[in-house]
């Protein structure tokens, strides 16, 4: 096969070599395994046409004038025999160049118009220029004239619909003309007019002869047949009559080959203008089937919005358990005394025990606590306030700071320094008028306490307690100065080594605990970590689950897409046969097709990240913690375009391999 390229025809200026020369054409239809049985509809045809001739093709119905038709303009291939154009085989052309000869070529004329329902006039004349690559300007301008020499300036912008018969059929001439027309191809163009309109048209054919266009004009009515210079009667696929004069005078007005017919096919082409022509017919069709486009768009859009929302809803609630790991820590264990469950006292958590459990590999700090409610007093002001007595790594294990002054040492925990640290509110409570309380006294129970520091504020947050309502004294002053009946803490706080060793420590702690307790579990470990752990990796996996979901609906949409395609296809066929008779290549069908998918899914698209964000701010205001995230929203995007692509590849391709003649009579 020769491509498009390489199919450069020769210019023929010389009229011995004829522009159209067919050679025992046959065409038969069926003979397939399971098919009708064969038909022959042509055979042996010779025929030669010269540039500049005005031939008729007369026969009755169903003697193959129309399959003759499709074979001199390359919409239909012969079963054998050659046809030669200006010399070239057209048996060795590919599709896309056979396309290309349609386009620079031949201009149809139909006995049923076959202009596009949905484009104007004017738009339907442009056709044939936007495969041929003409620029947008000069093909509105040449459309325009065109028209205007037709008489139809003052309906370039109505529809076929809005247009009479003999309108539709000189707008179709024009569109024959657009590309050129040097060889007219008209199958019975008066057939659906009536006389007046008709004779305007036949008119119309002599005046473009006369101007040098090659024309092949095919009716069953002799007296039109008659008009023409050269008449070929065909009968039952043959032959059986040809008035051609012995040697055709040479034409003077014959008008010089198409100068594409000798250069480069489609050169000019620019990839963004017929972007551009696809996205702009893509769009008129979406805009005339309203209602089915919403319920693909639905699909698409209901896909997208619940991406983005499952996901915003995942990301809200990871992050809801993450600010709580970030409060508690992601290591922290605690420990207390219990009585066991095998009976008898509870046991006591001793220094050493603590000493002990401080020693294993797998623990980072632990922090003997006692805290309870204790009249607290500044001056005439008291308040019952927690008192949290414990060691220098509070601020530590709490992943907390502090906001004023300092934090007490282990030093100072030592020696039983009187100090303390105040949280937000305690200090708003007690020092309402001094920013700066550094240095005061505070009456904890019955001993004075020197402030040090004041913690920055907590907020709100998951747990029970409110630690900005506290007060912080090291635990040795504590258990000396304030809770001097307390022998051991009311609850240890313990860090492992990290988030990943909390089922290690927890297992270390108790064996260890156990030995040293004479085999007794008088205590108890709670496993906050592995709590929240645990909460965690329910809510991701909770959030994959919805993840998944909305993928599915978006596939589900894709599918929406592709239906909607293969309808549109299957409703399209005669526009995509026109498309192809006037020179449109399978890539430009592809191409189209995959503009008007795409086109669907970026509406769709758009529509449902408005939807999703719409749906957010709704779930915001109602409490559900939620945060978008512009890549699940660039991404969900990008999947319902790529979807979109993906399944409306086949339909787009289905469009493109059809067959023109096929495609043209609306199978
Ligand atoms: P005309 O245009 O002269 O009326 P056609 O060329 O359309 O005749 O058809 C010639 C014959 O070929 C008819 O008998 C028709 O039934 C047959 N024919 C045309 N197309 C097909 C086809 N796709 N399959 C089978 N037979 C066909
Ligand atoms: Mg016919």
Not at 502 to 527: C, K, P, Y
Request: glycine share 10%; proline share 5%.
């Amino acid at each position: 096969m020769v491509s498009a390229d390489a199919a450069a025809l020769p210019m023929t200026a010389d009229d011995t070599v004829p522009l159209i020369a067919l050679r025992g054409i046959g065409k038969h239809y069926g003979g397939g395994r399971g098919g009708p049985p064969p038909v022959t509809v042509l055979h042996g045809i010779d025929l030669e046409i010269h540039a500049g001739e005005f031939v008729a093709v007369v026969g009755s119905s169903g003697s193959g004038k129309s399959t003759l038709m499709n074979i001199l303009g390359c919409l239909d291939r012969p079963s054998h025999g050659s046809y030669h154009f200006q010399g070239q085989d057209v048996g060795l052309l590919d599709a896309d160049a056979l396309a290309w000869l349609r386009r620079e070529a031949f201009g149809f004329v139909f006995q049923g118009y076959h202009l596009i329902a949905s484009e104007t006039a004017q738009e339907n004349v442009e056709m044939p220029a936007i495969y041929a690559g003409l620029h947008q300007d000069a093909r509105a301008q040449r459309a325009q004239q065109l028209l205007a020499r037709l008489g139809l300036e003052a309906r370039r912008h109505n529809r076929p619909h809005q247009l009479s018969g003999g309108q539709q059929q000189r707008v179709s001439i024009a569109r024959a003309l657009m590309n050129g027309g040097h060889v007219i191809l008209a199958d019975e163009p008066t057939g659906a007019l009536d006389s007046h309109s008709g004779a305007e048209v036949m008119a119309l054919l002599h005046e473009l002869a006369d101007a040098g266009h090659t024309i092949v004009l095919i009716t069953h009515d002799r007296a039109v047949a008659a008009q023409a210079r050269r008449v070929i009667e065909i009968h039952d696929g043959r032959i059986v009559s040809d008035s051609r004069e012995p040697a055709p005078a040479p034409r003077e007005a014959a008008l010089a080959p198409p100068p594409a017919l000798a250069g480069s096919p489609a050169a000019t082409t620019v990839w963004w203008a017929d972007l551009r022509e696809a996205a702009r017919s893509a769009w008129r069709g979406m805009v005339i089937n309203r209602v089915r486009t919403s319920l693909t768009l639905l699909g698409i859009v209901i896909g997208v919005a619940s991406v983005i929302v499952m996901l915003a809803i995942g990301e809200g609630a990871r992050r809801q358990v993450m600010e709580r790991m970030g409060t508690m820590g992601t290591a922290i264990l605690y420990m207390g005394s219990k009585p066991p469950v095998t009976g008898g006292p509870a046991g006591q958590l001793t220094e050493e025990d603590l000493q002990a459990v401080r020693e294993l590999a797998e623990i980072r700090r632990v922090l003997p606590v006692i805290g309870d409610p204790v009249t607290v007093r500044y001056g005439s002001v008291d308040k019952q306030l927690y008192v949290f007595a414990a060691s220098e790594e509070m601020p530590a294990v709490h992943h907390w700071s502090v906001a004023q002054g300092r934090f007490y040492t282990a030093a100072e925990d030592h020696d039983l320094a009187p100090l303390v640290v105040l949280g937000h509110k305690a200090w708003q409570h007690f020092f309402p008028d001094t920013p700066h309380p550094l240095g005061q006294q505070l009456i904890i129970g019955t001993s004075a306490f020197e402030v040090i520091g004041v913690m920055s504020e907590r907020g709100a947050e998951s747990g029970a307690q409110d630690y900005d309502d506290m007060v912080f004294i090291p635990y040795n002053a504590g258990r000396a100065r304030v809770y001097q009946s307390q022998t051991q803490p009311d609850y240890v706080v313990v860090e492992a080594m990290s988030s990943a060793d909390v089922h290690a420590a927890e297992t270390a702690m108790r064996q260890l605990l156990i030995a040293r307790h004479g085999g007794r579990e008088d205590f108890g470990i709670g496993n906050a970590a592995a709590r929240i752990q645990a909460e965690a990796a329910t809510r991701q996996s909770m959030a994959m689950m919805l993840g998944l979901i909305a993928a599915v609906s978006l596939v589900v949409g894709g599918i929406g897409v592709m239906n909607v395609m293969l309808m549109t296809v299957k409703e399209r066929t005669r526009e995509i046969g026109i498309r192809m008779a006037v020179g449109a290549r399978q890539r430009d069908i592809l191409r189209q097709f995959l503009t008007e998918a795409s086109l669907v899914t970026l509406v769709g698209g758009s529509a449902g990240l408005v939807v999703g964000l719409a749906l957010g701010a709704v779930l915001i205001a109602v409490g559900v913690p939620v945060v978008f995230s512009v890549r699940a929203m660039l991404g969900a995007f990008a999947c319902a375009v790529i979807t979109g692509l993906v399944f409306g590849y086949k339909p787009a391709q289905t469009a493109a391999r059809l067959d023109p003649v096929r495609a043209l009579a609306g199978e």
